[in-house]
C-alpha cells in the first residue's frame, strides 16, 4: 500500500516563507524513478497544479502563480518531496497535496492531476493579510 504524508502546513503571515514536506512509502517499492508534484485546493475550485519535479530531480515545473516564490526538490534516498514557498499571499492559502506518479520514468506533462495515481491527505496552508 503507498503512503504519502505531508508534514509543515499551517499559519503564516504574507510575506513569510513555509517549507511543506512529503514522505512517500510502500512497500517494495522505491519512489525514485517516479515523478512527484503538489498540487492545491481551495472550497469551491478544483484542484489545481502547483509544481512537480521529474524522477532524475533534473527538471521541475511551476505553475506560473508560483514561479520564482516556490521551490520543489526531492530526496530520492529518503523518498521524499518538499516544497518551499517564499514570498506567500493570502491567495497561496488552500490544501495542499503531495502526489505520486505510478509509472516510472514517464517522461510526459505533469502538470495534469492525470498524471498522478497516489495522493496525499492533504494539508492546510492559511496565509494571514
Known amino acids: 500500500q503507498v503512503q504519502l504524508v505531508e508534514s509543515g502546513g499551517g499559519l503564516v503571515q504574507a510575506g513569510g516563507s513555509l517549507t511543506l514536506s512529503c514522505a512517500a512509502s510502500?512497500?517494495?517499492?522505491?519512489?525514485?524513478?517516479?515523478?512527484m508534484g503538489w498540487f492545491r485546493q481551495t472550497p469551491g475550485k478544483e484542484r489545481e497544479f502547483v509544481a512537480a519535479?521529474?524522477?532524475?530531480?533534473?527538471?521541475?515545473y511551476y505553475a506560473d502563480s508560483v514561479k520564482g516564490r516556490f521551490t520543489i526538490a526531492r530526496d530520492n534516498a529518503k523518498n521524499t518531496v518538499s516544497l518551499l514557498m517564499n514570498s506567500l499571499k493570502p491567495e497561496d492559502s488552500a490544501v495542499y497535496y503531495c502526489?505520486?506518479?505510478?509509472?516510472?520514468?514517464?517522461?510526459?506533462?505533469?502538470?495534469?492531476?492525470?498524471?498522478?495515481?497516489?495522493w496525499g491527505e492533504g494539508i492546510l496552508v492559511t496565509v494571514s493579510r
Open positions: 502526489a505520486a506518479d505510478r509509472r516510472q520514468f514517464y517522461s510526459g506533462d505533469l502538470s495534469s492531476q492525470e498524471t498522478m495515481n497516489y
Open positions: 510502500a512497500s517494495g517499492r522505491t519512489f525514485s524513478t517516479s515523478n
Open positions: 519535479i521529474r524522477w532524475s530531480a533534473g527538471r521541475a
